[in-house]
C-alpha cells in the first residue's frame, strides 16, 4: 500500500467513526482547549519547549501554536479537537525529555549532591563524573534553584550508581570522605536513605530520617536516636502538645510515656537491619552508611536492643 493510499483509507476510517458517531448522537468534533492550554504552559513553566512538547505528545506544532499565541488576527483557540487535548493531557515530562540545554527545577540535583556528601563525596570527586562544569559549579549544585537538565541527569545517574555505598569504595580518599561528612552533617544534609527515587525529586516532599518523619512518632525518634529534629516533626509534636494540653496531668504522662515507647520500636529496627547488615560482610561504619545514621547511633540502637537468643 502507497502512502497515499494508506492516507485514504485512513480518511475512508474517520469519515465512518463519524457517521456513526453523529447516529448515535454522540459526535463531538471540538471540546474547550483550556485545559489543554493550561496543561501545555504547565510543562513549559518546567523548562520544556515547544518543540519538545511537539514531539512527545505527537500534536503538530501549528496546533500548539494555535492553542498558545493564536493566529493574527485570531486569538488562541477556544476549541481543540478531542484527540489533540487528550494527546496533550496524557503527556508530563519526565527527566530524560529535556533537551540538553533546558533549565529544569534543581530540588533533585541538590538533594543528590548533599546526600552524596553526607555519605563521603567531596565536589571534585563529583566533578570528575559531571565534568561538564567546573569544580566550583559543581560545589554551587549544593544550593542551586535551577540546574540545565544535562548536569541533572549527569547527577542522577552517579547518585545511582554509588549512592548505596561510602565514597571509599569508589575510590574517594579515606581523610577526604570523612571530613566531606563532618561538614555536610553540620549543615544537616539528610542521607540517600532519607529520600525515595519517587519523592526526591518533588518539591513538596520532606526528608523520612526516621521513617515517621512529619509526625509526633517522627519527633520521638529524633530525640531517642540522637537526630537533629526536622522542622516538620517539631511542627507535629508541637501540634500534638497542643492536642493533649488541657487532659489531666497523669493522662498527660500516659500519653508521654506511650509516644516514647512507640518511637523506641524504630530503634529496635535500627538494631535488627544493623546486625543483620554485619552479618553481610557490611562494618560499623558502612552498615550506619547504608542506614543513614551514625556510627554512634547505631552502636547506641544496638546497645539498647541487643539481640535476642533463643531459650
Known sequence: MTSLQALRAAQARRARLRRRLIAYGQWQPFVDAQPARAHVEAIRATGMSIASIVKHTGVNIGTIDHLIYGKKPYPPAAKIRPENAEAILAYWPVLDDYDDGAVIDGTGTRRRVQALALIGWPRRSIHQHVNHISVQAVEKLRTKERVTARTARAVRDLYNRVSEQPAEAHGVTPWVAARTRRNAAKLSYAPPSAWDPDTIDDPNAIPDWTGYCGTDRGWWSHRLENIPVCPPCADAHAAWLANIKHVSLPERSRLLAHARAQASN??????????????????????????????????????????????
Open 266 to 311: 524504630r530503634a529496635a529496627a535500627v538494631a535488627e537491619n544493623a546486625r543483620e547488615l554485619l552479618d553481610w560482610g557490611e562494618t560499623y561504619e558502612t552498615a550506619a552508611l547504608r542506614l543513614g545514621i551514625s556510627r554512634n547511633h547505631l552502636y547506641q540502637a544496638m546497645l539498647r536492643h541487643p539481640e535476642q537468643t533463643a531459650a
